[in-house]
C-alpha cells in the first residue's frame, strides 16, 4: 500500500499563491540572474562614463544615476516591506521589452536603446518580484533613469544652438549698451 503523508506530494499546487519569484525560486538562481543583469550593463556603463558623460551637454549622467540610487536607498524599506504579489505577464513582457532594447542598443552600437533599457529592466523587476505596487512605490526613481540616458547628438545641437545665438545677442547687446566695444559673429 502506499502512504502518503499531508504535504509532501510535490505536484500540489502553492498553498500560498501570492509568493514572489525570489521564495519560488532557489536564490542562488536569483542572486546570479541578477548578477547577470548586472555584469550586461557593466559594458553599458562603461562606454557611458568613457563616451557620453565626459561631455559637457551629457556630464549630468552620473549625477542622475547617483540620485536614482540615492532614491532607491531610501526606499529599500518600504519596498521589503511590501507583500509580494508578483504580475508575471506585464512583468515578463516587460522584461522582453527591455532584453530586446539592450540588444538592438549593443549590437547596433546605439547607446540610446543600449541604456534606455535599464527603465523597463528595473521595471520588470520590481514588477516581477513584488508586484505593481514595489512599481507605484518606485515611480519616481524608475521614471528620473530617462534623465540619464543620452540624448542624440544631432537633437543635443538643434536644441542648444538657438539658446547660445540668443545668449550671446543678448550678451553682446548688453556688452555694447555699457560702452565697451564688442563684436559678435554667428
Known amino acids: 500500500m502506499k502512504s502518503t503523508q499531508l504535504g509532501t506530494d510535490s505536484s500540489a499546487p502553492d498553498p500560498r ?5 525570489l ?14 543583469l548586472g555584469l550586461l550593463f557593466v559594458r553599458t ?12 551637454e551629457q556630464g549630468h549622467g552620473p549625477i542622475i544615476l547617483a540620485v536614482v540610487l540615492w532614491l532607491f536607498y531610501n526606499k529599500r524599506e518600504p519596498l521589503l516591506a511590501l507583500p509580494a504579489c508578483p504580475a508575471p505577464v506585464s512583468g ?8 530586446m532594447m539592450y540588444t538592438l542598443g549593443r549590437s547596433q552600437a546605439v547607446l540610446l536603446l543600449e541604456a ?6 528595473i521595471g520588470s523587476l520590481l514588477l516581477l518580484f513584488k508586484g505593481p505596487a514595489a512599481l507605484r512605490l518606485c515611480w519616481f526613481p524608475v521614471f528620473f533613469l530617462i534623465f540619464m540616458v543620452p540624448l ?6 538643434s536644441m ?3 539658446l547660445k545665438s540668443a ?20
Open 17 to 21: 499563491p501570492g509568493r514572489s519569484i
Open 23 to 36: 521564495e519560488r525560486i532557489d536564490p542562488v538562481v536569483a542572486f546570479l540572474l541578477l548578477v547577470g
Open 45 to 56: 556603463g562603461i562606454d557611458l562614463a568613457s563616451n557620453i558623460w565626459v561631455r559637457d
Open 92 to 99: 515578463t513582457a516587460l522584461f522582453i521589452l527591455a532584453m
Open 116 to 121: 534606455g533599457a535599464i527603465i523597463p529592466l
Open 152 to 157: 542624440p547628438t544631432t537633437l543635443v545641437v
Open 160 to 162: 542648444t544652438t538657438p
Open 167 to 186: 545668449v550671446s545677442s543678448v550678451a553682446s547687446g548688453l556688452i555694447y549698451h555699457l560702452g565697451y566695444p564688442v563684436g559678435r559673429s554667428g
